[in-house]
């Protein structure tokens, strides 16, 4: 059996329910044979480098294969957050990349394309120092909190102040990139931080004694969902490689809901990040498989999702209203990857 053909039933191999929370897909029909004179297609794909369902993703690809058996010249480039992706994207320098759900009103006020979404986070956390007599949200005003601009450290921050009856003007918010939270609070420059995974997780294992003040899990009605983007150039110029790019992240999508163990040990290889920490993303990342995704696209639930995420968004003053999902959320190319899966 040669490479192609392993690939090729990796890739329709059944998706199974794991510990992710993803469905349990319908049994995938025998994938047809890859065209013998398939044209090479260049795509420049960005993504956050140490998040597992970024980095995770372009890893699986790289083990798998798949940018070849999808023919595809892909330019990878690392980032550490999805606003410079997206800033990445109107200069011309990128076509694709993943944002988490912080940065979903970016494309949802017209600068990008949703081409598939990706997980629903649970890994967002507001951290306070030890000694700083921080409990409750309350407990914060006035003090100076950590957050990066344009994130979902942003979006649980202005969850948690709404929910205590406070405003954003109630704390002194620093804005910092993702790493330079961690940095300032592990230095104790900073009373507060509003991060991700698994940034969480290297705050607390470096000050284990941190009060974790608010979680997602304080707010189930909110739905993070992090998703893979386009630029609106590239849906437009680009959009036979965009659908070439879906097909490999289907193939590692269910990849990942079948293997967690496998997705975890490939992002730790590949980022350098600890596997427990990678790990750790993992239990907090709700995936599901490709069929699910399809399927959700088809009966409105992920314009639904995406809508109900905006909400938060006018909440917390990042958008005036919510944007009707089909306006910048693609499905018709993921129903074509899916389609032509081979």
Do not use: C
Request: proline fraction near 6%; glycine fraction near 8%; hydrophobic fraction near 45%.
């Amino acid at each position: 059996m040669n490479r192609r053909t392993v690939l090729g039933a990796l890739a329709a191999a059944a998706a199974v329910a794991t510990s992710s929370g993803a469905l349990a897909a319908s049994p995938r029909t025998a994938p047809p044979s890859a065209p013998a004179d398939l044209e090479e297609l260049s795509l420049n794909v960005g993504y956050i480098d140490t998040s597992i369902n970024g980095v995770g993703v372009i890893a699986i690809a790289n083990e798998l294969e798949l940018w070849d058996k999808y023919a595809l010249d892909v330019n990878l480039v690392p980032f550490t957050n999805g606003p410079t992706q997206i800033q990445a994207m109107q200069s011309g320098d990128i076509d694709v990349g993943y944002i988490g759900g912080g940065a979903v009103w970016l494309p949802a006020t017209g600068q990008a394309t949703v081409i598939v979404p990706s997980e629903a986070s649970i890994g967002e956390k507001i951290i306070a120092q030890p000694d700083s007599d921080v409990e409750t949200m309350e407990d914060l005003a006035g003090r100076t909190v950590g957050v990066p601009e344009g994130g979902s450290g942003e979006m649980i921050l202005g969850l948690a102040l709404d929910s205590a009856g406070m405003g954003p003007d109630d704390v002194e918010r620093t804005f910092l990139d993702p790493p330079s939270v961690v940095t300032a609070f592990v230095s104790g420059r900073i009373d507060a931080a509003a991060i991700w995974s698994p940034l969480t997780d290297q705050i607390l294992e470096s000050v284990p004694d941190a009060i974790v003040v608010a979680e997602n899990s304080d707010y189930p009605e909110t739905y993070f969902l992090g998703a893979w983007v386009a630029s609106n150039d590239a849906v437009t110029d680009k959009s036979d490689a965009i659908v070439r790019f879906l097909m490999a992240y289907a193939d590692a999508n269910d990849h990942r809901v079948e293997n967690p163990d496998s997705v975890i040990e490939l992002t730790a290889a590949e980022s350098g990040v600890p596997e427990d920490q990678v790990a750790g993303q993992a239990s907090v990342s709700l995936w599901e498989d490709s069929d699910t995704i399809l399927g959700h696209n088809g009966d409105g639930t992920t314009f639904a999702r995406f809508e109900s995420l905006q909400e938060v968004f006018v909440t917390i003053g990042r958008m005036d209203e919510v944007t009707p999902a089909e306006d910048f959320v693609n499905t018709d190319l993921f129903a074509d990857a899916m389609n032509q899966r081979w």
